[in-house]
């Protein structure tokens, strides 16, 4: 069966450090979205990563080993508006999106 | 900017009424998808479609259909809904790339009683 597996939560400290993790098993693999989503909003796009390696974009990096079926988002610099769920979804071999539960990010002052 | 609306932010509902979500996006993308959003569960897909008047079953559409008349609008019937279709229901779009971003709309929230 496909599967996607992400922490339901996560508490991190503003100003430090935080990666989130997702591992994946899917029937054909043509990459991996990164989602954040706020309290009550709709999920906006983060990044997409299909070769393995590390994407820097700002403050926000996202990790994929194909090999390993693993991902990860890392957030540096934390401010208090990362409090937010971060969505990770692999795409199959039908181009279909397969979701996690979403893992809630907690900053605390 | 890709706007994705949908009709209402909050709904509550009796058992066995019909219900309609409303979702429309203004960038002309072919694809459009209805997902449902639980508490512990990732975003499961109700129904997709690529083109007008087409339209594909995702993972969990009983209970559930979809009209497509219009490029830029989707619509999710419930034909009798039930309490455990109490749930936020997101609507998602999509340009014609396999791998193009989905935008999605603020969500309904669905109660019912």
């Known amino acids: 069966g496909q599967n996607i597996d992400q922490p339901t939560e996560m508490t991190a400290t503003e100003g430090a450090i935080v990666q989130i993790n997702c591992t994946y098993q899917t029937s054909g693999f043509n990459g991996l979205f990164w989602y954040q989503q706020h309290a009550g909003e709709a999920p906006t796009f983060l990044s997409y990563?299909?070769l393995d390696g590390l994407e820097e974009k700002g403050r926000f990096s996202s990790f994929l080993s194909r090999s390993k079926g693993y991902s990860y988002l890392l957030l540096k610099e934390l401010q208090m508006k990362d409090s937010a769920s971060y969505l990770c979804a692999a795409v199959d071999s039908n181009y279909q999106l397969i979701w996690g539960a979403g893992t809630k990010l907690i900053i605390k002052p | 900017d890709v706007k994705v609306t949908q009709s209402s932010r909050y709904l509550v509902k009796r058992t066995g009424e019909k219900v309609f979500l409303e979702c429309v996006q203004d960038?002309?993308?072919?694809?459009m998808f209805w997902y449902r959003q639980d508490p512990g569960l990732g975003l499961r897909l109700i129904y997709f479609s690529y083109d007008v008047k087409m339209k594909e079953k995702g993972d969990i559409p009983e209970g559930y259909s979809v009209s497509r008349e219009k490029k830029e609008r989707f619509s999710l019937i419930l034909e009798s809904a039930s309490t455990n279709q109490t749930s936020m229901y997101l609507c998602a779009s999509r340009g014609t790339g396999d791998l193009d971003t989905q935008y999605f709309g603020p969500g309904t929230r669905l109660t019912v009683l």
């Open positions: 960038m002309d993308h072919e694809n």
């Open positions: 990563n299909v």
